[in-house]
């Protein structure tokens, strides 16, 4: 019984030292391929005002979360695309054939998914938190 709260003792040190928690919030490399992927599946969820679609440019922030599977949230900036908001358009299709728009409008917005892979379950919700002047 003693090995065990010494060993119980010694894990929480490791998870603390770590910061890594179980179902606490883990920033992550926003730098990482994985994310500008997710990035590029949440872009038909992201509404703007004009008539083209919004592309992803840059993942500013990353952090995940082990919950009933995992939380991602990221911020994203994304960019007005030369793709117009018509059809049906595949996140492959639109990494292939949609450019920014030159002079375009930008916005930063928070990307929440959550995925249960073993489900095949994955579930977007983008929130726009503010506009980005032209040339920054």
């Not at 919030?25 to 500008?36: G, R, W």
């Not at 916005?107 to 506009?131: G, H, M, S």
Request: with cysteine; proline share 4%; aromatic share 10%.
């Amino acid at each position: 019984m003693r090995n065990f709260f010494v060993v119980l003792v010694f894990a929480s040190a490791v998870m603390y030292i770590h910061g890594q928690m179980l179902g606490g919030i883990t920033t992550q490399d926003p730098n990482d391929p994985e994310y500008m992927v997710k990035a590029w599946k949440a872009a038909k969820e992201v509404k703007s005002n004009g008539e083209n679609l919004m592309i992803p440019i840059k993942v500013k922030k990353a952090k995940s979360q082990v919950v009933a599977g995992v939380r991602y949230i990221l911020e994203v900036l994304y960019g007005e695309s030369t793709c117009l908001k018509v059809g049906s358009i595949t996140p492959a299709m639109m990494a292939t054939y949609c450019r920014r728009k030159k002079g375009g409008s930008k916005a930063l917005y928070k990307v929440e998914i959550w995925e249960k892979p073993w489900q095949n379950f994955e579930k977007y919700t983008v929130t726009k938190i503010r506009d980005i002047a032209a040339g920054k």
